[in-house]
């Protein structure tokens, strides 16, 4: 072999070497620390995005009496391939002057998710959606800072004997002043810290306790809860009341919640859907009449026939050619979603089905 033979291909097999080895050595850098997070976060965000999405569309459909329905996302699985290679070859390697290295480097990435999905059965149907909510369960939402007359205005039925309105058509009526009265005072009450709410569980079942504050408090907070008092027929001696679940009051140390069914609550909460005029005026939907006295209206959905700005809904879905929306920029109706997604998680807690068995195979 000749000097200049041997300077010809010296460097290709130099620069052949050096690309393989530093293709090779990626191969013990591992990828999964470096998309956790950047994987972790976009699930996050999708799946809220499309629990609040699911949220909505029901909200709307209960407007146009279309069933509401529920796909809840049970469980994802994330599964991740790297695989690379490098060889180098020579065919008449030394021998073979006129023949230079050659090299190679392959490579395979794969992105294989697994999403479980899981239609509401008809058991969960029943103790979510029908049932009515218990109190603890709502109570635990005034516990966790919620204001207290938001939470009991929509999810409440009657209150010792004081009944709620409704603008569902079907059991449509004017509630009670002195209902929202109440509401208004636990409202104020609250604001001042002058009333508590305690969870005590037994063997058989979770029972919640109001009480009331008699130390140190202002004259004027005393005088509201005198009228609390007297609103709901309750002793005035008595600190603390058992809050039971029902339509009536057992004694005056008592207090009577007949609470709403989350298919109701959700009812009454579509009365803030904007519907198109031509839908009201082709009776493709029932008129709720927001003016009576009746459940407050939490969220505001805006309806055109064009897509909301990406940055200006807080959730949006398409229906029946029509786009309807929450905007981001009402803090009102954001806080009174939250509320419904909230409550509703409270509400399936107890049946939640357990994803199946998945066995994952290298792809």
């Not at 956790?36 to 995005?49: G, H, K, P, Q, V």
């Not at 057992?250 to 709403?260: L, Q, S």
């Not at 904007?274 to 709720?288: C, F, L, T, W």
């Amino acid at each position: 072999m000749s000097s200049a033979s041997v300077h010809s291909w010296r460097p290709a097999r130099l620069l052949v070497v050096g690309v393989l080895s530093f293709g090779l050595a990626g191969c013990f850098h591992r990828s999964g620390p470096r998309i956790l997070s950047a994987d972790r976060f976009d699930y996050s965000a999708a799946l809220t995005r499309s629990w609040k999405e699911q949220t909505l569309l029901n909200l709307v459909k209960l407007r146009y009496m279309d069933p509401p329905y529920f796909l809840n996302v049970q469980q994802v699985v994330q599964q991740y391939t790297l695989e690379r290679s490098g060889s180098i070859t020579s065919p008449g390697w030394p021998n073979n002057p006129s023949s230079i290295p050659a090299g190679s480097i392959n490579g395979r990435w794969a992105d294989s998710p697994t999403i479980t999905y899981s239609p509401m059965s008809l058991e969960q149907f029943t103790t979510s959606l029908i049932r009515p909510v218990p109190p603890t369960q709502l109570l635990s939402l005034v516990q966790s800072a919620w204001p207290v007359d938001r939470v009991l205005a929509v999810s409440v039925k009657s209150i010792n004997g004081l009944h709620a309105g409704s603008r569902v058509e079907l059991i449509r009526h004017t509630g009670d002043p002195d209902f929202y009265r109440v509401l208004a005072l636990l409202r104020e009450l609250q604001a001042t810290d002058s009333f508590g709410i305690r969870v005590e569980t037994s063997k058989s079942a979770e029972t919640a306790v109001m009480f009331f504050r008699s130390k140190s408090i202002a004259e004027a907070t005393a005088e509201k809860v005198k009228k609390f008092r007297e609103l709901l027929h309750l002793s005035i001696d008595a600190d603390e009341f058992k809050i039971v679940l029902g339509n009536l009051q057992h004694d005056d140390r008592e207090i009577a919640m007949e609470t709403r069914p989350m298919l109701e609550v959700l009812a009454e909460m579509s009365a803030g859907v904007e519907i198109p005029a031509s839908d009201i005026d082709q009776g493709r939907v029932y008129k709720m009449n927001v003016s009576e006295i009746g459940p407050p209206v939490l969220v505001r959905v805006h309806s055109s026939t064009s897509k909301p700005e990406l940055a200006d809904a807080f959730a949006a879905v398409r229906y029946r050619n029509y786009w309807f929306w929450v905007d981001d920029r009402d803090m009102n109706s954001k806080s009174g979603f939250g509320f419904l997604m909230a409550l509703f998680a409270f509400a399936g807690s107890e049946t939640t089905a357990q994803p199946p068995v998945l066995s994952i195979s290298k792809p």
